[in-house]
């Protein structure tokens, strides 16, 4: 098995995901090295990837061309570019909605959002004009939603057209308040976006690649997975253990660990973060004392 078999040429994305992703990398064990003005940052001990930074629709573009291996883009780029790619892992990182959002008063003029192109002629005075980022979910769903509107491109700040040059917009939304503060208001949701870890096809022909990018994927859902968790420890006795054990969620089964010769127990899971409010006071109400709860770095299952 030679060098070039093994290397992994990535793209790393340049933009608002790449601080989630560079960190990431980092708490799997591959920091990243970047100068300020350079390209090609290093990751890890720099043997295994051949890296280069790209905007997310260029990483989704070089992947289906081939000329990168594996990459991080969103999701979003992926179904606009209708690029052949294979997705490897979802982050769950940067989640966002791509949605269509109109002006509050043409909603109130229309009644519906669900109107034919005639009532929105009406109401806009003009052919409907739909302004987005995403030419291609955007006239997709024009044909959809309302064939014989009007497209226009977008380079960014989108939520600025309504009124005055365009009547809807499909754009991304992570928590709406933007298209509050303009006046807008969802009538479609289209898809979820996040960021994902995608290949190229050609890469995934290549036992040798797809071993590595394989590799790749287990060392970062380790992290995502730890990042979701923590270890949660307690000693209970023999007598409480099995009410105990009932209600602690874990991956497989809890690790117990006799103390006293058996008359109590230390019992570790790795219990999802956002059960704990809940979980802790009724461990204590089932016996449990001495609980300990630790932050994980990583998890492999």
Request: overall charge negative.
């Amino acid at each position: 098995m030679n060098e070039m078999e093994t290397t992994l040429r990535l793209g790393l994305p340049k933009g608002r995901m790449q601080a989630k992703v560079f960190q990431l990398l980092a708490d799997s064990g591959l920091p990243v090295s970047l100068d300020e003005r350079e390209y090609r940052p290093k990751v890890g001990n720099g043997l295994t990837y051949e890296t280069k930074l790209l905007k997310p629709q260029n990483v989704v573009e070089m992947l289906a061309s081939g000329s990168r291996d594996i990459g991080f883009a969103g999701a979003d780029w992926a179904r606009e570019l209708g690029s052949k790619v294979v997705e490897l892992l979802d982050t769950g990182m940067d989640s966002v909605r791509i949605v269509a959002a109109t002006p509050e008063a043409l909603v109130k003029t229309l009644g519906s959002p669900r109107a034919c192109i005639e009532a929105w002629t009406r109401a806009c005075g003009r052919t409907p004009i739909v302004a987005s980022e995403y030419e291609g979910i955007a006239r997709a769903w024009i044909d959809s939603f309302l064939p014989g509107a009007d497209f226009i491109r977008s380079y960014g700040a989108t939520e600025v057209f309504p009124p005055e040059d365009a009547d809807l917009i499909i754009d991304n939304c992570a928590t709406g308040s933007t298209l509050k503060a303009n006046g807008l208001v969802i009538i479609d949701t289209i898809m979820s976006s996040s960021t994902r870890l995608y290949a190229s096809q050609r890469a995934m022909e290549n036992p040798d690649k797809k071993e590595t990018a394989e590799a790749l994927v287990l060392i970062l859902t380790s992290v995502l997975e730890a990042r979701r968790r923590v270890m949660l420890e307690v000693n209970v006795s023999a007598d409480c253990l099995d009410s105990l054990i009932e209600i602690l969620p874990c991956l497989r089964s809890p690790t117990l660990s006799p103390l006293e010769g058996g008359k109590d127990f230390a019992v570790r899971v790795a219990a999802p973060k956002d059960t704990l409010a809940l979980l802790i006071p009724e461990i204590k109400r089932r016996g449990g004392t001495d609980i300990v709860v630790t932050q994980l770095s990583q998890l492999v299952p």
